[in-house]
């Protein structure tokens, strides 16, 4: 079983930067690939960015430039660090720990407010 613990979310002022965190507990998580999500009101859940265990990233175009996604193996934590934010920024993103389509894993979510 693995349990993740999200961190960093807030408000924050367009063109400013926020850090998440999500740390997680279990077995193989270094093996697994670990990402982003965000979710707004009646919308579906979209990728943010995500990197596997070979540090291979993947970025949404809205995001590249701005965001970056890594992680440590030792301390099983992924980190989005979100620069130049924008209002559209706005959701509640969600930590993802993927090993296979059986082995999926969310975190709780924490809100990101862009707003002046």
């Known amino acids: 079983q693995v349990q993740l613990v999200e961190s960093g979310g807030g408000l924050v002022q367009p063109g400013g930067s926020l850090r998440l965190s999500c740390a997680a507990s279990?077995?193989?998580?270094?093996?697994?690939?670990m990402g982003w999500y965000r979710q707004t009101p009646g919308n579906q859940r979209e990728l943010v960015a995500r990197?596997?265990?070979?540090?291979?990233?993947y970025y949404i175009d809205s995001v590249k430039g701005r965001f970056t996604i890594s992680r440590d193996n030792v301390k099983n934590t992924v980190y989005l660090q979100m620069n130049s934010l924008k209002p559209e920024d706005t959701a509640v993103y969600y930590c993802?720990?993927?090993?296979?389509?059986?082995?999926?894993?969310w975190g709780q979510g924490t809100q990101v407010t862009v707003s002046s």
């Open positions: 993802n720990v993927y090993f296979d389509s059986s082995n999926e894993y």
């Open positions: 279990g077995s193989r998580i270094s093996i697994a690939i």
């Open positions: 990197i596997t265990r070979f540090s291979n990233i």
